[in-house]
């Protein structure tokens, strides 16, 4: 492999385990009461995690043409799906590490109303009194939150469901067209362009369905219509969702890959 392809795999690592801890803002917010300010965050890790997809394309595009000139694009495969197994990695520790920076998102947002300064939170965050506060607040999940998963008591199970296909369909976008170019190396260039197609797909799933969802289930928890712990254990089936939509997105590589050929003859 090369180095490109290292830096994908590390890339795509940071970035998935950036997106899975994005939803700590959510319960950061209900427990601060500072919506605005934890929803503004949250939005900001969303959006770097569902555009930075692209930068797989031109880091890929080398080892691709060389796959296609050599004759042994049928290798690509299999770092495909070495690529979408860090994806799956990725959300998994980001899972893990979610009760961790729930304590620190919690204290990042408070102290942000004290500096009112993004650049000075910053500074206060790598300083020394604010990397010993990050050693207090590791900890590991507990196994109350784990037993949530087995209740599935007022769990939106449609929006869990939208989720668990809208992420797989956000993991392979961008290998599926690149993939699809390896396939028909004559229409390669039409199967890049319909990538931005599926990605933005995948976007307005999350943004039409999954994200006003919760929205509403904030407010709810203001209102007191709903319990903390309610919307706790949606955020933690949301993130499984990830999970599970990151391994069927092994499933779908390859028939999405397919699809997009067929679309890109049609075109």
């Keep these: 492999m090369t180095v490109q392809i290292y830096l994908v795999f590390i890339l795509t690592f940071i970035i ?21 300010v934890s929803f503004a965050v949250f939005n900001v890790f ?9 930068i797989q394309a031109p880091l890929l595009a080398k080892t691709i043409e060389n796959g296609i000139n050599t004759g042994q694009s049928s ?4 770092i495909f799906r070495w690529i979408i197994f860090s ?21 990042l947002v408070i ?13 206060h965050a ?32 449609k929006v869990i469901l939208l989720n668990v296909i809208a992420f797989s369909v956000s993991s392979v976008s961008i290998l599926s067209a690149l993939y699809a170019g390896c396939l028909s190396p004559s229409l390669r260039t039409t199967c890049s362009t319909l990538s931005s197609v599926i990605n933005s797909i995948s976007t307005i799933f999350m943004v039409i369905f999954i994200d006003p969802y919760l929205s509403m289930m904030t407010d709810d928890v203001i209102r007191g219509e709903c319990t903390e712990l309610e919307f706790n254990r949606c955020i933690i089936f949301i993130v499984v969702g990830m999970i599970i939509g990151s391994i069927l997105a092994q499933l779908v ?15």
């Design 16 to 36: 998935y385990v950036i997106g899975t801890l994005a939803y700590s803002m959510r319960i950061v917010g209900i427990r601060t009461g500072r919506i605005a």
């Design 46 to 54: 969303t959006l770097i995690q569902r555009t930075a997809n692209t």
């Design 75 to 78: 290798g690509l495969l299999h």
């Design 87 to 107: 994806i799956t990695l990725a959300t998994i520790t980001g899972a893990f590490l979610m009760p961790t920076f729930i304590k620190v998102f919690n204290k």
């Design 111 to 123: 102290s942000f109303s004290v500096y009112r300064s993004l650049p000075k939170l910053m500074m």
């Design 126 to 157: 790598f300083s020394k009194s604010g990397i010993e506060q990050f050693k207090k607040s590791i900890s590991i999940p507990k196994k109350e939150n784990l037993r949530q998963l087995t209740s599935f008591r007022k769990i939106p199970r």
């Design 253 to 267: 590589l390859v028939p999405a890959s397919n699809l997009i050929v067929i679309i890109a003859k049609l075109l």
